[in-house]
């Protein structure tokens, strides 16, 4: 009985890397070109950006609310650097679109935290804003190029390679690593899960559950701003009507990763692992070649629904909490 | 402070922070109007009226339900798949391709709402049995829902002409009154009904305001919890067919598209709080009229269609802001 026990809270607690693991070998023996370099290289370079906007939702989620602003916030970052490129300068290019998607983080941080607007309001407020913003700086949904001048170079942003690894997978690997870092090992990451357990509490102990959410915002809004980067210099050009959506499936690779909406319980590790998950559902997809693309959101939605079925079950059980710490 | 106030000099003295609050939202419609009669050309016309009446029915139902669910302590983000899925049901039946239901008009909306009334159960069933957070549950519909209308019929439009489902979409009471109006006002009476007047409402917004003491003192939660997500569907249900009906086609991409965010924002506005408990009908309907009201003012001033979406965030945030419920 105890050993039992022992096993289903071991499968349990690390139930989502077997679910990747077991994926990931269905999708090699199903398709030979699944394991080939291009594929793979495909696959982290597509979910880097999800990836990237993922760990930023993680911590905000964690605090016990939501970002909806981040799809639009990328899709405004992507066509400030594609609007900006005449200018010429990189230094610009890259800098003014994270500046303004950061500064409509704090705002959005700002209007949860000062005026006390529940951050599914403020940030849906923010996500029609930024899309606005994008639209009207692009005369109603025109994509932009980036101008010839400095596209070769800045293609270089997402389409250099270090040991064969392009550099927006290493950017999400580090940017990962950090998170992990920050989460487990600093005091601000420990406060961010304080704050989502119990605020009250939180505030009691002295500390300031504001200052805490204020940052999780901004730091969501400056990685929307990054991965916006990375897909202008992938397409060459911004467009503002792109990334529809980026919120809703980073919001669902957080939850398959195991951590709780209500807040306090998760980690990054878990939504790693989410946002592969359904990145290598949509990779069969694409290979299987036969099936249209809307099963993918079938499939991630069937995926998301067995993850929180299981969840459910653990609770009613009485095992207690699907904590990944960190 | 105020009251105090009031009570020493004997006579009432408005409380205008009381007064905002309560009736907010009409004021902003009422100076929306107002602005838009002085600054915006052909505003005060009839074409308008109608215009502004049938473009803001399906966002009136929607956040009808919505307003259910959140005052129960819920949120509803599928509302716009399920609004796809239901029109896409009823677009099938008329042309005949589901040939054991016939192509009756009737058969049509009753098939439609009836898979609205699955999907609700679904959202439902697994908010109050499993106990899982309303946002995740419909989260799954969200995602999953926009593919399963897609798959419906292979990601095309499916076109209706000439029958008399989108006769009665645009049939219009004494060449002036669109029929979907009636619908409405029926359902708005109806919710305010179930709200003000029945245990059921007072079970609803008893479970928003504490989920546990409204279980401790007896309300089946479940059963109430598993309603407001099906009537929610099946408003959603309708208004999908209001969107088809009205344009004779159903587009599995584009019908809902972000109704759900336009319903959220329509309760908001309205100000019902996001954390459950009371739920203001007059003022979600308002909330609707002002969303829609905002996107025909930037129409009809030949602003691009991009700024509207700046103005509706600007007003969502400034008027939760001046509604908000003061904690501490």
């Known amino acids: 009985m105890k050993k039992k026990n022992l096993f289903y809270a071991f499968c349990k607690k690390h139930g989502v890397v077997f679910a990747l693991l077991a994926l990931i070998l269905a999708a090699a023996l199903l398709f030979p070109e699944f394991a080939s370099y291009g594929n793979v290289t495909n696959i982290l370079n597509q979910n880097s950006m999800i990836g990237i906007i993922s760990l930023g939702m993680t911590f905000v989620i964690l605090t016990g609310g939501i970002d909806l602003s981040v799809g639009s916030l990328a899709a405004l970052s992507s066509v400030l650097a594609a609007v900006l490129s005449p200018k010429g300068s990189l230094a610009i290019m890259i800098l003014v679109p994270l500046a303004v998607c950061t500064a409509m983080g704090l705002l959005s941080g700002l209007i949860i935290a000062k005026l006390q607007i529940a951050p599914f309001i403020a940030t849906l407020g923010m996500m029609m804003a930024a899309r606005g913003i994008a639209l009207v700086m692009t005369d109603g949904g025109v994509s932009v190029s980036v101008d010839t001048g400095v596209a070769e170079t800045f293609r270089l942003f997402a389409r250099s390679y270090l040991l064969r690894v392009p550099a927006p997978v290493w950017l999400f690997v580090l940017l990962l690593v950090t998170g992990l870092y920050i989460a487990r090992r600093t005091r601000s990451g420990r406060y961010v899960y304080a704050v989502g357990g119990n605020e009250e509490a939180a505030r009691m102990m002295g500390l300031q559950p504001e200052k805490i959410k204020i940052a999780v915002y901004t730091v969501n809004g400056l990685l929307a701003g990054l991965a916006g980067l990375i897909l202008a210099s992938r397409l060459g050009a911004g467009q503002p009507v792109t990334c529809d959506g980026w919120e809703m499936t980073a919001i669902a690779a957080t939850a398959i990763g195991g951590t709780l909406l209500s807040g306090g319980r998760g980690g990054l590790g878990g939504t790693a692992i989410g946002v592969f998950i359904i990145g290598v559902i949509s990779n069969m997809i694409n290979l299987q070649g036969s099936l249209s693309s809307w099963w993918q959101s079938i499939i991630t939605g069937l995926l998301l629904l067995f993850v929180v079925m299981l969840q459910s079950h653990a609770r009613a059980n009485g095992t207690g909490s699907t904590e990944i710490a960190g | ?328």
């Open chain 2, 1 to 328: 402070m105020m009251d105090s106030i009031a009570a020493k000099n004997g006579h009432t003295c408005i409380d205008w922070g009381q007064n905002i609050r309560k009736y907010g939202t009409i004021y902003a419609f009422l100076l929306l109007v107002m602005f838009n009669i002085l600054f915006t050309r052909n505003f005060a016309s009839m074409g308008t009226l109608w215009n502004l009446t049938i473009q803001v029915l399906p966002t009136m139902l929607t956040s009808l339900g919505m307003v259910l669910v959140i005052s129960s302590g819920g949120i509803d983000i599928s509302v716009g798949s399920v609004m796809a899925i239901s029109a896409v049901t009823s677009g099938l039946v008329l042309t005949g391709k589901t040939p054991l239901l016939g192509t009756d008009t009737g058969m049509a909306v009753l098939a439609a709402l009836v898979v609205a009334l699955v999907l609700g159960l679904f959202n439902g069933v697994l908010v109050a049995c499993f106990k899982i957070q309303p946002i995740i549950v419909t989260l799954i519909l969200y995602i999953a829902g926009r593919g399963i209308a897609q798959l419906m019929n292979n990601g095309g439009t499916i076109v209706f002409y000439g029958n008399t489902f989108t006769e009665i979409g645009l049939y219009r009471v004494g060449g002036l009154v669109p029929v979907q109006l009636f619908v409405s006002i029926l359902f708005v009476w109806i919710i305010a009904f179930l709200l003000k007047k029945t245990t059921f409402g007072y079970y609803v917004q008893g479970i928003g305001e504490n989920g546990k003491a409204a279980r401790l003192s007896g309300i089946r939660t479940a059963q109430v919890l598993i309603s407001v997500y099906v009537i929610s569907a099946l408003l959603a249900g309708m208004a999908g067919l209001f969107e088809c009906s009205r344009a004779s086609c159903a587009d599995p991409n584009a019908i809902g598209q972000l109704a759900e965010m336009d319903a959220i924002a329509a309760v908001a506005i309205g100000g019902t709080s996001m954390n459950g408990g009371k739920a203001r009908i007059m003022g979600t309907i308002f909330g609707a009229l002002i969303i829609q009201l905002i996107s025909i003012m930037v129409n009809m001033n030949n602003i691009p269609f991009a700024y509207s979406r700046i103005f509706k965030a600007a007003i969502i945030i400034l008027a939760v802001y001046l509604q908000r419920e003061k904690r501490r």
